[in-house]
């Protein structure tokens, strides 16, 4: 069974940083792409970023890109989100995704970890 | 990247059908066939339900549906059950090597 965990989630200061880590298991974590989305709290889901399954290619949405930074160690089957600058519009719930085969497609989401951007 | 749009609201009558639209561009829906749905319920995380507009993963019932033309996708709930009360998602692959989704419809089963 595939599990996400999510975990790191927190109430930071504006400018402050925070370091998510997500911990998967029940399947071949090293073959697969991985994401992060987030949620603002009752709003829509809003992609955040995605490493390919070697690590070597990363993407970002233009809302972060610069300020955030995703990795992977697969030797420890975990998934990293590194923010930096956080502004109150980054409050939300973050979920660690998993790809399919297919780079295209997101299958699994863990539970979410809320992060709080306030003063 | 804007939002994909998707109606705010759906609802319907416990065996009716329901369908729910998703338009995006041509650098995304209407550029790809990767337009993935998801269903998620209040505090719960999204559940894949479609992908690659039409398919549906192992375990989703046959009455989930999705179609493309152009730059609108659909995604149709036939027989509804008050489990598939839900918030609704689209989401689709785009020429930026990122991903998009929709701003989510409420679905109510009356």
């Known amino acids: 069974e595939v599990q996400l965990v999510e975990s790191g989630g927190g109430l930071v200061q504006p400018g402050g940083s925070l370091r998510l880590p997500c911990a998967a298991s029940?399947?071949?974590?090293?073959?697969?792409?991985m994401s992060w989305v987030r949620q603002a709290p009752g709003k829509g889901l809003e992609w955040v970023s995605a490493?390919?399954?070697?690590?070597?290619?990363?993407y970002y949405s233009d809302s972060v890109k610069g300020r955030f930074t995703i990795s992977r160690d697969n030797s420890k089957n975990t998934l990293y989100l590194q923010m930096n600058s956080l502004r109150a519009e980054d409050t939300a719930v973050y979920y660690c995704?998993?790809?399919?085969?297919?780079?295209?497609?997101?299958?699994?989401w863990g539970q979410g970890t809320l992060v709080t951007v306030s003063s | 990247q804007s939002a994909l749009t998707q109606p705010a609201s759906v609802s319907g009558s416990p065996g009716q059908s329901i369908t729910i639209s998703c338009t995006g561009t041509?650098?995304?829906?209407?550029?790809?066939?990767?337009v993935s749905w998801y269903q998620q319920h209040p505090g719960k995380a999204p559940k894949l339900m479609i992908y690659?507009?039409?398919n549906r993963p192992s375990g989703v019932s046959n009455r989930f549906s999705g179609s493309k033309s152009g730059n609108t996708a659909s995604l149709t709930i036939s027989g509804l059950q008050a489990e598939d009360e839900a918030d609704y998602y689209c989401?689709?692959?785009?020429?930026?090597?990122?991903?998009?989704f929709g701003g989510g419809t409420k679905l109510t089963v009356l």
């Open positions: 995704a998993k790809h399919t085969n297919s780079w295209t497609v997101i299958d699994y």
């Open positions: 029940g399947f071949s974590f090293s073959y697969y792409a």
């Open positions: 490493i390919s399954a070697s690590g070597g290619s990363t």
């Open positions: 041509n650098s995304d829906v209407g550029g790809y066939n990767y």
């Open positions: 690659d507009v039409s």
């Open positions: 989401s689709s692959y785009t020429s930026s090597s990122t991903w998009v």
